[in-house]
């Protein structure tokens, strides 16, 4: 399998960064640790699988991929260098990995 370059840059809908170190004028230096993408209908495989990967690759701790026309999210946490996946609807109470005591309960979110 081809994986693309270390330095490719892309734009996350939504980014978490823990580590204010990597913080810089230009944006993150380095991996994200908590990524969201909300799909569009016009591009859908580039989050699913492009941006999959490249997040994978640069060590995204926890890639999710909400997709508001299915009301599904797919949660991908990072193990031991591996995707692990979990498929969720609007109707779930999401717990978020990387934090031990964060939830967000999707039900409660006026999304429509």
Not at 26 to 43: F, T
Not at 78 to 92: A, P
Request: glycine share 4%; net charge negative.
């Amino acid at each position: 399998m081809h994986r693309p370059p270390k330095h490719t840059i892309v734009e996350p809908d939504i980014s978490v960064i823990c580590d204010r170190n990597k913080l810089t004028d230009r944006g993150c230096s380095g991996a994200p640790d908590w990524v969201i993408e909300i799909v569009s209908s016009g591009n859908s495989s580039h989050d699913y699988v492009r941006k999959l990967n490249l997040y994978a690759d640069a060590g995204v701790q926890e890639y999710w991929i909400v997709n508001p026309m299915e009301e599904t999210v797919l949660i991908y946490h990072l193990e031991e260098s591996k995707f692990k996946v979990r498929s969720c609807t609007f109707q779930d109470m999401l717990d978020v990995n990387i934090f031990e005591d964060l939830r967000i309960d999707f039900s409660s979110l006026d999304l429509k």
